[in-house]
């Protein structure tokens, strides 16, 4: 048996938020219920509704206007009905791998409705269950006390038999079907399984202004009688007993299907963080090589300029045949380093699109844009309530505790912004000549400037020491024009793993938290595993 109040506490510590408060209020209204509710649940067209009636027309009922008898998929909504000591409810038929969108909440309505029951009735057809029998096999297996759970294979009529004309072999039939539907979901004789025709030969087709003489031709056959004293039967000395497994079946649903989201939670945000972790990774690894490539460039100037400044000092060298040599000088440094800014350039490049071609990068580039752009993740979509309809606010509790995180950082760039800074700074092409060009003037019009007292500044310590003052001067003129190439990688490294960086963390913490939620939820299953299907009422 599952410990009901630590998994309501657990509900209360999920990450992003509480889900418990949603729970609670579903259960604190069908606890307050002081009579016995009895669900009607099945897959579409399997004759729930034309059930209800004829059991409401049968013990003297009106007939609701929400209850509309049709071939067609009409019932939408759980709706409550009395009839003698019981509520009953109809529900709308779920459909097993459905696409559409009412389809799956009609299913999701239907089962959050059994969830929430004391006797629960599933409605087949003759043909019995086929592609719902799992989702059925699930469902009869969750602890339900002995009695508390009947079988009705409806609109047994249609079964090919018809009981006016061979009533023993449609009795044969019915035991058979019967016999099948036990074997089927592995019953034992203690579950009740009853047989009904409850509108024979479609009597009464859509109606529902009728009197119990409309089928009084067929009662000799049609079943009608053994379900009904099976409802006038239900005693609410059973209530206690009933609800009680109720609770245990509830909460442990609301347990597995919360286990269900995180899991599936847990597995794309850990996808998502390890995209965020290789980025972070990356922009290290760049701006370390980036780093490497600038020391390796600017320690060779030193030795560069003062091997351009001592040739220049050679009375034989000419204004034009320095301008000359250090245009040479600069283009052969300019193209070394260059090359090498243009490799780690085309290493970012090829490993942001082998990067892009991931599955996994299509996940995180969406979470990017939620983030970025998409709607408050405060907004949650009202529902009919139930384990199914709330778990869907795990992943937008989520997105929320994301969003506060990194606001607190400064908002997402996106993915479009920054992968076209980024592809932009990539593509930038380094000009030697141009870059070269104005150092090579500058410095060949520095050095003209000496040329008269170039005998002088060879001997002289004063002018040795305006010497290095020139040759550190022109230097650092080389350095500034080096400096914007080396920050346009820089910067493209930066936009490139922005969006992975700024996520990295929270993404790393969010992933712990999960598997924290999901370990701790584990462990109350493995705290409840005692059986409850043959509690007794």
């Not at 009636?53 to 009395?82: K, Q």
């Not at 009705?152 to 016999?179: M, N, T, W």
């Not at 119990?212 to 379900?227: S, V, Y």
């Not at 080389?478 to 793993?497: G, K, L």
Request: charged share 30%; with cysteine.
């Amino acid at each position: 048996m599952v410990d009901i109040d630590a998994v309501r506490d657990w509900l209360g510590r999920l990450p992003g938020g509480s889900l418990v408060g949603r729970y609670v209020d579903d259960w604190d209204a069908f606890e307050k219920l002081d009579r016995p509710v009895v669900t009607l649940f099945g897959s579409y067209d399997t004759g729930k509704s034309s059930l209800l009636r004829r059991l409401l027309v049968d013990s003297g009922g009106d007939v609701p206007g929400w209850l509309t008898i049709s071939a067609r998929h009409e019932t939408f909504e759980v709706n409550d009905v009395e009839v003698g000591g019981c509520i009953i409810r109809d529900t709308p038929g779920f459909t097993v791998g459905a696409s559409d969108i009412r389809a799956q909440n009609n299913s999701r309505r239907a089962m959050a409705a059994v969830g929430l029951t004391d006797v629960g009735i599933a409605v087949l057809t003759p043909q019995l269950a086929t592609a719902e029998r799992d989702v059925l096999q699930k469902l009869f297996t969750q602890g339900w006390p002995m009695g508390s759970l009947w079988f009705v294979i409806s609109r047994f009529d249609e079964a090919g038999v018809d009981p006016e004309y061979d009533l023993a072999e449609y009795r044969e039939l019915s035991d058979r079907k019967v016999r099948e539907l036990r074997e089927l979901f592995e019953l034992d004789d203690r579950t009740p399984v009853f047989v009904v025709s409850q509108d024979p030969f479609q009597t009464a087709g859509p109606d529902t202004d009728l009197s119990r003489e409309t089928w009084d031709d067929f009662r000799g056959w049609d079943g009608m009688r053994d379900l009904s004293d099976s409802f006038e039967a239900v005693s609410p000395s059973a209530l206690p007993g009933w609800r009680y497994a109720a609770g245990q079946r509830y909460w442990t649903a609301v347990l597995d299907e919360t286990m269900t989201e995180l899991r599936r939670q847990l597995s794309d945000y850990t996808a998502r963080a390890e995209v965020a972790a290789s980025g972070a990774a990356r922009r290290d690894v760049w701006e370390s090589e980036l780093d490497t490539l600038d020391r390796a460039a600017q320690a060779s100037l030193d030795g560069l300029v003062e091997e351009v400044m001592r040739w220049s000092w050679e009375p034989s060298s000419g204004a034009d045949e320095l301008q000359a040599e250090i245009q040479r000088t600069l283009d052969e440094w300019f193209t070394k380093h260059e090359l090498r800014l243009q490799r780690l350039q085309q290493s970012i490049r090829k490993a942001k699109e082998r990067e892009r071609a991931r599955p996994s990068w299509a996940g995180f580039a969406s979470l990017v844009a939620t983030l970025g752009f998409g709607e408050d993740a405060s907004t949650t979509l009202a529902g009919p309530g139930g384990a199914a309809e709330h778990v869907e606010t795990v992943g937008t509790m989520l997105i929320g505790m994301l969003k506060a995180a990194n606001n607190a950082r400064g908002p997402i760039v996106g993915g479009k912004a920054s992968s076209a800074k980024a592809a932009g700074d990539l593509e930038r092409h380094i000009g030697i000549a141009e870059a070269a060009l104005p150092l090579a003037v500058y410095l060949a019009k520095v050095i003209d400037e000496q040329g008269a007292d170039r005998a002088r500044l060879n001997q002289d310590k004063a002018a040795a020491e305006k010497r290095q003052q020139v040759v550190t001067e022109c230097t650092e003129r080389t350095r500034d024009t080096w400096q914007p190439f080396v920050d346009d990688v820089r910067e493209a490294i930066v936009a490139e793993t922005r969006d992975q960086v700024d996520l990295d963390a929270s993404l790393c913490q969010l992933v712990e938290q999960l598997q924290e939620a999901v370990a701790e939820g584990e462990g109350l299953f493995r705290a409840g595993t005692v059986p409850l299907l043959e509690t007794e009422a």
